[in-house]
């Protein structure tokens, strides 16, 4: 099937930066979008970005005019660019991307296991 791996989160203070990447593998046919979502503790999941096959993006609110998403097609990798951190980033952070695969041609949804991210003040 398909595998989404993150990796990049991690702890940082209030003001710094952080990276994170997310490779998709396995039985891939074809990437329709590729993003980022992010849950905290007794909220709900929301979007952070995410980029569509022809170039699209787009910003939850929280993100827009600190984080950057981009994506290498040719390593089916999307990244994020998380600038000016702050608390209130504090999340799991997860990848998230729609996919169909050699075996069905329907467009799927995948997720990632989530990878951490806090942000200390």
């Known amino acids: 099937q398909v595998q989404l791996v993150e990796s990049g989160g991690g702890l940082v203070q209030s003001g710094g930066s952080l990276r994170l990447s997310c490779a998709a593998s396995?039985?891939?046919?074809?990437?329709?979008?590729m993003g980022w979502y992010r849950q905290a503790p007794g909220k709900q999941r929301e979007l952070v970005a995410d980029?569509?096959?022809?170039?699209?993006?787009n910003y939850g609110d929280s993100a827009k005019g600190r984080f950057t998403i981009s994506r290498d097609n040719a390593k089916n990798t999307v990244y994020l660019q998380m600038n000016s951190l702050k608390p209130e980033d504090t999340a799991v952070y997860y990848c998230?991307?729609?996919?169909?695969?050699?075996?069905?041609?329907?467009?799927?949804?995948?997720w990632g296991q989530g990878t951490r991210v806090t942000v200390s003040s």
């Open positions: 396995g039985n891939i046919f074809n990437i329709y979008a």
């Open positions: 998230n991307a729609v996919i169909s695969t050699l075996s069905s041609p329907d467009w799927a949804d995948y």
């Open positions: 980029i569509i096959s022809d170039d699209r993006i």
